[in-house]
């Protein structure tokens, strides 16, 4: 089980931090990643980190305003969101599977996503 939480509203340049609790069957995967979905758009990657090791993946939007982190032992995975846009409204979801890949086709399991509101 996926449990995302830590979306709301912010003004464009603000920060949120959005977490997501890792439990279940999706405790054994190798990989914990965040996609986000745009109102009339396709799903996108986002980041990805590895529970062994802690490597990372972006994807290019990104840009350095973005972190992902993880806690081993509390098996959560953060998502640290700085400089906010307008356009990164979206629901972002947080994702289990066993390789770290940008293809929303190679991602498990899949939680019920937390939206962020980026507005004025």
């Known amino acids: 089980q996926l449990q995302a939480s830590g979306g709301g509203l912010v003004q464009p340049g603000g920060s949120l931090t959005l977490s997501c609790a890792v439990s279940g069957r999706t405790y054994s995967t190798a990989a914990t990643g965040w996609f986000r979905q745009a109102p009339g758009k396709e799903r996108e990657f986002v980041a990805a980190?590895?529970?062994?090791?802690?490597?990372?993946l972006y994807a290019a939007f990104v840009e350095g305003r973005f972190t992902i982190s993880r806690d081993n032992a509390k098996n959560t995975v953060w998502l640290q969101v700085n400089s906010l846009k307008p356009e990164d409204t979206a629901v972002y979801y947080c994702?289990?599977?066993?390789?770290?890949?940008?293809?929303?086709?190679?991602?498990?399991?899949w939680g019920q996503g937390t939206l962020v509101t980026v507005s004025s």
């Open positions: 994702v289990a599977g066993e390789y770290m890949r940008k293809d929303v086709n190679e991602w498990d399991y």
């Open positions: 980190i590895r529970w062994s090791g802690g490597r990372t």
